[in-house]
C-alpha cells in the first residue's frame, strides 16, 4: 500500500459496537436526509420561477431547468432573465436576495453531500473530509476535515430551518413576480 492509503476501518469492532452507536448515526442521518430534502425542494422552487419569466408551461421550464448542468448555472439563468423580463426592479433584488440565501444554505449541503464520511471504532460519525480542492500559492489541496460534533449538527439544524423559512418565501414571492411580469 502507498502512504496515502488509509488503513482499513476494524470491521468486526464497528459491527460489535453498532447497536449500541446506533442513534448517533440515526440523527446524524436523519439531519442529512433532511437537509437535502428542504435543499432539493428549494431548488425546484425555481422551476416555478423560471415558468413564470419564460412564460411557459411547467414541463417546459422543468426541462430548461434540468438541461443546465449545475445549479450555479441554472439560478444564473433565473437571475438574467428577471433582469429582462421584470418590470419592477424591487422584485428583481427581492429574487436576488431569495438566491443569495439559497445559495448560503447550499454551502452547508455542499459539505455534506460531497465528502468522505469518517466513523470511529464504534462506528458513530465523527468527521467529514469535504471533497472540494483548494488552490493558493502553496499548491492544491483538499478542504478541511471537519469534525461532525454538537456545534455542526446544531449548523445543519439551524441550516433546516432557514430552507424552511425561504420555502415559504420562495411560495409568497410567486404571486409578485407573476404581477412583475404583466
Given at each position: 500500500?502507498?502512504?496515502?492509503m488509509p488503513?482499513?476501518?476494524?470491521f468486526?469492532?464497528?459491527?460489535?459496537?453498532?447497536?449500541?452507536?446506533?442513534s448517533?448515526?440515526?440523527?446524524?442521518?436523519a439531519l442529512?436526509?433532511?437537509?437535502?430534502?428542504t435543499?432539493?425542494?428549494?431548488?425546484?422552487?425555481?422551476?416555478?420561477?423560471?415558468?413564470?419569466?419564460l412564460?411557459?408551461d411547467?414541463s417546459?421550464?422543468a426541462?430548461?431547468?434540468?438541461?443546465l448542468?449545475?445549479?450555479?448555472?441554472?439560478?444564473?439563468?433565473?437571475?438574467?432573465l428577471?433582469k429582462?423580463?421584470c418590470?419592477?426592479?424591487?422584485?428583481?433584488r427581492?429574487?436576488?436576495r431569495l438566491?443569495q440565501?439559497f445559495?448560503?444554505?447550499?454551502k452547508?449541503?455542499?459539505?455534506?453531500?460531497h465528502?468522505?464520511y469518517?466513523?470511529?471504532?464504534d462506528g458513530?460519525?465523527?468527521?467529514?473530509?469535504?471533497l472540494?480542492?483548494?488552490?493558493d500559492k502553496?499548491g492544491i489541496?483538499?478542504?478541511?476535515v471537519?469534525?461532525v460534533d454538537r456545534?455542526?449538527?446544531?449548523e445543519?439544524a439551524?441550516?433546516?430551518?432557514?430552507l424552511?423559512?425561504?420555502?415559504?418565501?420562495?411560495?409568497?414571492f410567486?404571486t409578485?413576480?407573476?404581477r412583475?411580469l404583466a
Amino acid at each position: 500500500m502507498t502512504k496515502d492509503m488509509p488503513v482499513p476501518p476494524d470491521f468486526a469492532a464497528i459491527d460489535a459496537s453498532a447497536a449500541a452507536t446506533a442513534s448517533q448515526r440515526t440523527e446524524v442521518l436523519a439531519l442529512i436526509g433532511n437537509l437535502v430534502f428542504t435543499w432539493s425542494n428549494n431548488e425546484s422552487m425555481f422551476i416555478y420561477v423560471l415558468m413564470l419569466l419564460l412564460r411557459v408551461d411547467f414541463s417546459s421550464a422543468a426541462i430548461t431547468f434540468v438541461s443546465l448542468n449545475t445549479t450555479r448555472a441554472r439560478l444564473d439563468l433565473v437571475r438574467r432573465l428577471a433582469k429582462a423580463k421584470c418590470t419592477n426592479p424591487a422584485t428583481v433584488r427581492k429574487l436576488e436576495r431569495l438566491i443569495q440565501r439559497f445559495n448560503d444554505c447550499t454551502k452547508v449541503r455542499n459539505d455534506f453531500n460531497h465528502c468522505i464520511y469518517q466513523l470511529d471504532r464504534d462506528g458513530r460519525i465523527t468527521h467529514t473530509s469535504v471533497l472540494r480542492l483548494v488552490e493558493d500559492k502553496q499548491g492544491i489541496r483538499f478542504a478541511d476535515v471537519r469534525p461532525v460534533d454538537r456545534k455542526r449538527l446544531t449548523e445543519v439544524a439551524a441550516t433546516i430551518r432557514k430552507l424552511t423559512a425561504l420555502n415559504r418565501d420562495l411560495w409568497a414571492f410567486l404571486t409578485e413576480l407573476e404581477r412583475s411580469l404583466a
